[in-house]
Nanobody, 120 residues
Framework: QVQLVESGGGLVQPGGSLRLSCAASGSIFSIYTMRWYRQAPGKQRELVARISSGGSTNYADSAKGRFTISRDNAKNTMYLQMNNLTPEDTAVYYC??????????????WGQGTQVTVSS
């Protein structure tokens, strides 16, 4: 059974930094595009950044210049380095990945989420 597990969330002061990780485990044949989403209270879940298997990246306007998405394919792990955080970044952050199990077509998987709170 495939699992995506996020870690690295927490409480940080405005202007601070956090690094989120998303580790995929289980019977994995290949991982394609990986993404970070976030959902703030009372708001819809939104795409923050995505990275292809080859390393091409895209960012939401709110993340450009402050967040960096990366991945280590050997470790089946994706990261989100978040700098210069503001209270508007407070949300539950979810990882999402299109991946294939052996002998199966790719499907989309979600992690359980990790809370990021930016507050003084």
């Amino acid at each position: 059974q495939v699992q995506l597990v996020e870690s690295g969330g927490g409480l940080v002061q405005p202007g601070g930094s956090l690094r989120l990780s998303c580790a995929a485990s289980g019977s994995i044949f290949s991982i394609y595009t990986m993404r970070w989403y976030r959902q703030a209270p009372g708001k819809q879940r939104e795409l923050v950044a995505r990275i292809s298997s080859g390393g091409s990246t895209n960012y939401a306007d709110s993340a450009k210049g402050r967040f960096t998405i990366s991945r280590d394919n050997a470790k089946n792990t994706m990261y989100l380095q978040m700098n210069n955080l503001t209270p508007e970044d407070t949300a539950v952050y979810y990882c999402n990945a299109d991946l294939a199990e052996p002998s199966n077509m790719p499907t989309t998987h979600w992690g359980q989420g990790t809370q990021v709170t930016v507050s003084s």
